[in-house]
């Protein structure tokens, strides 16, 4: 699975939204920050990566989680 597609999955466990694509804010997703905080560490475990608290602030898209993870991915 594609890790964009693995993103979604787990963002669209959590959210309220049926469609989530890269422009979505990740304000509109209908989660609060207890759940926002659950969805990115389910993407640290799955995708065995290690997010910084400077980076999870700065999150406000889901392209930005796609963009960061990539940039994870890669390094």
């Known amino acids: 699975m594609d890790y964009k597609e693995k993103l979604k999955e787990i963002i669209a ?19 609060d920050s207890l759940d926002l905080a659950e ?19 700065n999150l406000k898209t889901v392209q930005d989680v796609y963009n960061i993870v990539e940039h994870k991915i890669l390094k």
């Not at 466990?13 to 989530?20: A, E, L, R």
């Not at 969805?39 to 602030?57: H, P, W």
């Open 13 to 31: 466990k959590t959210s309220k939204v049926k469609t989530i694509t890269p422009e979505t804010n990740l304000k509109d997703l209908g989660l």
């Open 39 to 57: 969805v990115l560490m389910e993407i640290e475990e799955e995708l065995n990566i290690q997010l910084e608290e400077d980076e999870m602030i």
